[in-house]
């Protein structure tokens, strides 16, 4: 090696040719360090003199993949067409890295390349005719375009296939005026007699003109896609037009549209597909909800979910009922998202009366918490109040979307409405509305006090320790008790909603504990020895205080 770089030290110099004839040479050293350098060198200095090109071309003949890769590097770095001759051969390389280097380095002889891989591919078979339908779909020329469609008509159909395949891989970075040009060489082969009586060429050829992606193939696709050819036909342009673009094409997709009716569903999956790209096409969506196909169902529905109109938005209202599931989520979906849609929902919020179906809405309203308006908002607040005093299921929806707008104003609805069924004496119904309010602003202690009052009318006033360790009426009381400013004996004994037993069963409770809580159970057993000293809880309050004055 160091011979070496002195050698290359002198090839710009009057000695160049000599110094490239002794690295030429050691090419076909015996030595295999020797050889790797000598294509290194060569590589570095990518000399254009025909007989370097000539020298690494031969030893390219019996390399082994490593120095095969040194001299690809050194080809590649001296970019001479006169290489390609001795690179084709590496086509049915074993080693994959350096087919594949080889396919892109031939493919950029061009033209001059193709009748040499032309006769190449009419005797290969398997895996080297893919490798030269690879070659050819890079060079996009004529010539070898040509060679390609020729093989459309092979009756293998994978490898058929496999040029389509090609084709489409290699075309994203084929320059505008080759395209139309590549097109129309397609159209004219189309157009040939042994292409339109073969069926499953004419196929092929559809795919192509999409892999091509001309606009103009639009016309061509479109009519192939049409009732009068077979669905293998009208499949194979349906693919074939997934890949050209629709952007201000409404009359193509009309034409499509009624394809969404067809009974095989592959021929409608392909429709959708196109559909689905031209957000902006116009249709009749809703007539396509009767379907039998579920995809369509779905797809008409987003599409009257894409527009936030009156008309749209009662469709989509209808639909929550629809039956299929599908259906009904995405003009939920829908609906959430139309601020023109808050008095719709509002107003179908008021008139339903299921419970199931008035949750659905609710949750629908919720994004749009902030469009309902003050008059809307206090007729939900009515209603939920009536809703909640009677107990019917629609009064957790319209209490959802009142805590949505306004958290506290809906508490409030609450808290009226227990206080209500507590007036009623309707107890149960009272502790239900009051529990709610435990975690919120208005739980105060007046609320607090009223859920206690109302859980003692409920309770069973069952004396037994473990019984009352679990009664939340007299949890309240202890609760209130830690608020010296509220006066709770004073309020007990003034409360006209309680009775003897209800006192009595309260002071019991408290007189059995120490402290401040043990003074409150006296003072209220107290209240009843002197106002009801001869009922029943009147004489056992006296006997109770003489417990626990001598205990």
Known sequence: MPRLAGAASFCYGPTMDSTLRTICGLLESQDSMRRHAAALVLAELAPKDSAVIEALGKALADANSVLAGHILDAFEAIGSPDAVPYITPLLNADSTEIKLRAVAMVAKGGERVVPDIKRRIESARGGERLVLVELLARIHAKPAFQVLLEQLFDPDLEYVRAVCEAVRRHMADVPPKVRVALHAQLSAFMETARVKTQERTVTSCLLLLGAIGEAAARATLLAYAAPKYSLYVRRHALIGLKNLEFEGAAAAVRQLVPYLAESDDGLVRHVLDILARVPAAKADWAALLTSAYAPVRSFAVRRLAAEDTAAANRQLLEL????????????????????????????????????????????????????????????????????????????EALLYVLRNVDAKAADAVVLETGHAHM????????????????????????????????????????????????????????????????????????????????????????????????????????????NAPKSAEGKAAKNKLKLVQTG
Request: glycine residues 8%; contains cysteine; positive net charge.
């Open 320 to 395: 929550l009922r629809h039956g299929d599931t599908d259906v009904r989520e995405v003009a939920a979906g829908g609906l959430s998202g139309h601020k023109g849609a808050t008095a719709l929902l509002v107003g179908a919020l008021e008139e339903e009366g299921d419970g199931d179906a008035a949750w659905r809405l609710a949750k629908i309203l919720k994004p749009h918490s902030e469009t309902i308006d003050a008059k809307s908002f206090k007729r939900l607040a009515a209603l939920a109040a009536g809703e909640l005093k009677a107990g019917t299921p629609r009064h």
């Open 423 to 530: 007036k009623a004496k309707r107890w149960s119904a009272a502790v239900e509305c009051l529990r709610r309010l435990t975690n919120t602003e208005l739980f105060d202690d007046e609320a607090r006090y009223a859920l206690s009052v109302c859980n003692l009318k409920a309770s069973s006033k069952d004396i037994n320790p473990h019984v009352r360790a679990e009664d939340y009426a007299l949890r309240g009381f202890q609760a209130l008790l830690r608020n010296p400013a509220f006066k709770l004996a004073e309020r007990l004994k003034k409360d006209k909603m309680l009775d003897s037993a209800d006192r009595f069963y309260v002071g019991f409770h408290f007189a059995e504990s120490p402290g401040e809580e043990q003074a409150f159970g006296i003072a209220v057993l107290e209240f009843l020895v002197k």
